[in-house]
């Protein structure tokens, strides 16, 4: 899975915040480019198989319907990256 990350992420930052991407999401390309939006997971796109296919301890295990979206997959990193990078100014 390939997954873009808005570079308005501090530099010190990126390492924990590709450590919180791998723990989610098992092997991505992760990807730091410009953006002047403000999110902080820009895009993400499905793996070789352009599926979304659940992965052993991963957040696609999920049985609610729609889970396994990109879109989801997208919110649940943008979510996790917010909480992340809020605890760090704290």
């Known amino acids: ?3 873009t990350l808005n570079d308005s992420i501090p530099e010190a930052q990126r390492p924990a915040v590709e450590t919180l991407v791998r723990s989610f999401i098992k092997a ?3 990807l730091w ?3 002047r939006f403000p999110r ?3 895009f ?3 793996g070789p198989n352009n599926t979304t296919e659940p992965e052993s ?3 696609f295990e999920s049985p609610q319907s729609g889970s396994r979206s ?3 997959v997208t919110n649940f990193l943008e979510d996790r990256i917010k909480l992340h990078l809020t605890e760090k100014k704290g």
Do not use: D, F, N
Request: glycine share 4%.
């Open 40 to 42: 902080y997971v820009m």
């Open 57 to 59: 301890g991963s957040i």
């Open 28 to 30: 991505p390309e992760i």
């Open 33 to 35: 480019m410009p953006s």
């Open 70 to 72: 990109l879109a989801s």
């Open 1 to 3: 899975m390939k997954i």
């Open 44 to 46: 993400v796109e499905p």
